[in-house]
């Protein structure tokens, strides 16, 4: 313990003797906004540190006592890092959504308090909405629009949505970059790579180096505009048979890296009971299609939108056909899943749905599981093992069995960390992808229903007979 809190108090000198060193050297003033968000996230992370390291002390490990202190611990510790995360903004906030959607990867005090990042996140000025659009248009707001909504429609942790009429008469959805991001971004992700490293060194069993490696990797990807408009057009071919779906129309004329134009489109939140039931739309009907697209965009194209929250995620009837639709939004993070993995992920899921524990173990280890295979399993599907084992097609989820896999993130945290790192990068994003859509059947009442698995076998068998024709 000596040595561990000598570590702590060494990583701290070293963190503001360096920073110190960086102002000198530089000449910057202090209220340069990277040093400050340096300066909060070394603070937090030793504060965090610290708690951990010394809270235990007088407790006994595995007694009913140490589970309520350690409860604790993880909730001010989460409370710390979503006020971190919401006074650095931008990349912090996104990492923050990241962690908040792995209900069953990671603690629930820690999922539960950063799920409220979603609704945190920071405006831009109006001045400064209009500067990003005078940039990168080289127009005026009454040169472009007849109106332009001040108060946006929603504010995410990378841009704002605003909606306006062009002059031709059509609404529009404008989503716009905050303008401090792009400049910002590379620096953040340093500093979080740093911060997580001395962590590691602190607290070895803690690795999650995967999170600094996908945001590195994602972070430019979604903070290209021009990308997402080319997914939302390349998803909305690729699913046009599903009559159900609406992906907005993209106005390539009046979008650039930092802005997007797209069609306007409204509806309710996917996870708001009370306006499908105000508007007469059926969540089973919802559930299933939505299970159909991302069993399709899955283990048949490999092509797969990445972040299913709820915001993203609308519910409609259509003006028109008075039909119910699903209203796909936000395209900027997208995972394309490489042909053999597909196949391993394709038979693992059959080997999971039939309780074929020889093909849950064999494909699980090509997946890169290893011996960790039975708490991939678990992962994978947010079952216990003894539903894996019977097949999850054919027994049911009880509200003990999800208490009990949330209660084994916490216990099995070490061996999560450990098995993140194994599997194959293409997985992280499917793994946050699976919780979040979890989360949305468990909001509707209709997790695990059999149409669920009906359609996730016949695109698996499909994706197989193609693979092998």
């Not at 350690?70 to 996104?94: P, Q, Y």
């Not at 009454?142 to 929603?154: N, T, Y």
């Not at 209203?327 to 074929?356: A, E, N, T």
């Not at 194994?422 to 059947?441: A, S, W, Y």
Request: glycine share 4%; hydrophobic share 40%; net charge positive.
């Amino acid at each position: 313990m000596a040595g561990r809190l000598l570590k702590v108090s060494s990583l701290a000198t070293a963190v503001f003797a360096s920073s110190g060193f960086y102002l000198y050297s530089r000449q910057l003033d202090l209220s340069d906004l990277s040093v400050i968000r340096f300066g909060r996230a070394a603070a937090t992370t030793a504060v965090i540190s610290y708690d951990y390291l010394t809270a235990f002390k007088h407790v006994d490990y595995g007694t009913e006592e140490y589970w309520a202190l350690k409860s604790k611990v993880h909730r001010r510790s989460a409370e710390r890092l979503r006020d971190l995360c919401c006074a650095n903004r931008g990349t912090f906030i996104k990492v923050g959504q990241h962690l908040g959607a792995l209900d069953y990867l990671l603690p629930e005090e820690y999922t539960s308090t950063l799920k409220v990042l979603h609704s945190r996140a920071p405006e831009s000025t109006m001045e400064e909405i209009q500067q990003v659009i005078r940039e990168d248009l080289g127009k005026e707001l009454s040169e472009l629009f007849v109106s332009f909504e001040e108060k946006p429609q929603g504010a995410a942790s990378l841009a704002q949505v605003h909606k306006a009429v062009l002059h031709d008469g059509r609404t529009v959805a404008i989503k716009v970059q905050h303008p401090k991001v792009q400049r910002q971004s590379s620096k953040d992700i340093m500093v979080i790579e740093v911060l997580l490293k001395a962590v590691h060194w602190l607290f070895p069993d803690f690795a999650f180096m995967w999170l600094v490696e996908e945001a590195k990797k994602n972070m430019p990807l979604e903070l290209d505009f021009l990308n997402e408009g080319h997914n939302a057009e390349k998803v909305a071919k690729m699913l046009s048979h599903f009559p159900f779906l609406k992906v907005p129309m993209i106005y390539w004329d009046l979008s650039t890296k930092r802005i997007l134009t797209m069609e306007f489109l409204e509806g309710g939140q996917v996870n708001d009971r009370e306006y499908m039931k105000k508007h007469n739309i059926n969540v089973n009907e919802i559930s299933e299609n939505l299970g159909k697209m991302y069993s399709e965009m899955i283990f048949v194209h490999g092509f797969v939108h990445c972040d299913p929250h709820p915001g993203n995620v609308l519910v409609r009837k259509c003006p028109r056909s008075q039909k119910t639709e699903i209203v796909l939004l936000d395209h900027g993070l997208y995972q394309v899943l490489q042909p053999d993995f597909r196949m391993d992920y394709c038979r693992l899921w059959m080997s999971l749905i039939k309780g074929d524990m020889s093909g849950v173990e064999r494909y699980s280890r090509r997946l890169g599981a290893g011996d960790l295979y039975p708490l991939f399993a678990c992962v994978l599907t947010a079952r216990s093992w003894n539903a894996v084992n019977t097949g999850i097609s054919s027994v049911p989820v009880t509200h003990a069995e999800d208490v009990e896999i949330r209660t084994n993130a916490a216990l099995y945290l070490p061996q999560i960390s450990d098995l993140l790192n194994r599997v194959p990068r293409q997985m992280l994003l499917l793994l946050k992808t699976n919780d979040l859509l979890r989360g949305i059947e468990t909001t509707l009442q209709t997790r695990a229903s059999s149409s669920s698995f009906i359609n996730m076998s016949r695109c698996c068998i499909r994706a197989v007979a193609r693979s092998v024709s």
